[in-house]
T-cell receptor, first 114, second 112 residues
Framework: AQSVAQPEDQVNVAEGNPLTVKCTYS??????LFWYVQYPNRGLQFLLK??????LVKGSYGFEAEFNKSQTSFHLKKPSALVSDSALYFC????????????FGKGTRLHILP | EPEVTQTPSHQVTQMGQEVILRCVPI?????FYWYRQILGQKVEFLVS????????KSEIFDDQFSVERPDGSNFTLKIRSTKLEDSAMYFC??????????FGQGTRLTVV
C-alpha cells in the first residue's frame, strides 16, 4: 500500500539557518512525489514535484527537495530559512497512473525563530 | 493564473442538516477530487471523479456523501445528514491528468 511518513511533528529552525523537513515513502514502482505548504487558515499550495530526471528539484520560495531512491526519501530543504516560511508542510505521493489519488503525509509544522 | 475556487469559505450547519460544498475546477482539467482535513491534521482522500463517475472512494466516503458535476463546470460534494465529526476543512482539487493536482482554498465546515 502507498504511504508517506513525515517523522517530525514539528521542526524549529533559527532564521537564516538551513532547514530540512523529512519525508520517506513506501510505494511500489515509480512514484510522483510532491511537497505542499499550508499557511494558517489557507489552502494547500503546491511547492515542488519530482517526476523523473535530476534527483534535486527546485520549487517555489527557494525550496528544493532531494529524491533518494535507495533510501526512499524526499526531504525538503532550504539553505536559509525565513520567518515567513513558518507553516505546515505536507509530503505527498502518487503512482504514475492516470487517476491515482494523492496520498499525504501527516504534515510537519515548521517554526522559524527570529 | 487559473485556480480552483471553492464556495463558501466557511459554512456553519446544524447536525442532521444537508450541506453542499461547491467547487469550480480549472477549466481544462479532467480529474476531480475531494479531500478533507480535520483541524490541523492529516489531509485525507475522500473521492475521485472522472468522466462523470466516481473512480475511487475512501472508507470515509459513505452513503451520507455524494458528488456531482451538474453543469460541466461545478463539482459539488453533498453531505446528506451532517454529524459533528464531519466538521473539517474540505478541499477540492483537479488535474489534467497528473502529475500535480491543484487545490482550492478549502471550505471550513462547522457542524454544531
Amino acid at each position: 500500500a502507498q504511504s508517506v511518513a513525515q517523522p517530525e511533528d514539528q521542526v524549529n529552525v533559527a532564521e537564516g539557518n538551513p532547514l530540512t523537513v523529512k519525508c520517506t515513502y513506501s510505494v511500489s514502482g515509480n512514484p510522483y512525489l510532491f511537497w505542499y505548504v499550508q499557511y494558517p487558515n489557507r489552502g494547500l499550495q503546491f511547492l515542488l514535484k519530482y517526476i523523473t530526471g535530476d534527483n534535486l528539484v527546485k520549487g517555489s520560495y527557494g525550496f528544493e527537495a532531494e529524491f533518494n531512491k535507495s533510501q526512499t526519501s524526499f526531504h525538503l530543504k532550504k539553505p536559509s530559512a525565513l520567518v515567513s516560511d513558518s507553516a505546515l508542510y505536507f509530503c505527498a505521493v502518487r503512482y504514475m497512473n492516470r487517476d491515482d489519488k494523492i496520498i499525504f503525509g501527516k504534515g510537519t509544522r515548521l517554526h522559524i525563530l527570529p | 493564473e487559473p485556480e480552483v475556487t471553492q464556495t463558501p469559505s466557511h459554512q456553519v450547519t446544524q447536525m442532521g442538516q444537508e450541506v453542499i460544498l461547491r467547487c469550480v475546477p480549472i477549466s481544462n482539467h479532467l480529474y476531480f477530487y475531494w479531500y478533507r482535513q480535520i483541524l490541523g491534521q492529516k489531509v485525507e482522500f475522500l473521492v475521485s471523479f472522472y468522466n462523470n463517475e466516481i473512480s475511487e472512494k475512501s472508507e470515509i466516503f459513505d452513503d451520507q456523501f455524494s458528488v456531482e458535476r451538474p453543469d460541466g463546470s461545478n463539482f459539488t460534494l453533498k453531505i446528506r445528514s451532517t454529524k459533528l465529526e464531519d466538521s473539517a476543512m474540505y478541499f477540492c482539487a483537479s488535474d489534467r491528468p497528473p502529475p500535480e493536482a491543484f487545490f482550492g482554498q478549502g471550505t471550513r465546515l462547522t457542524v454544531v
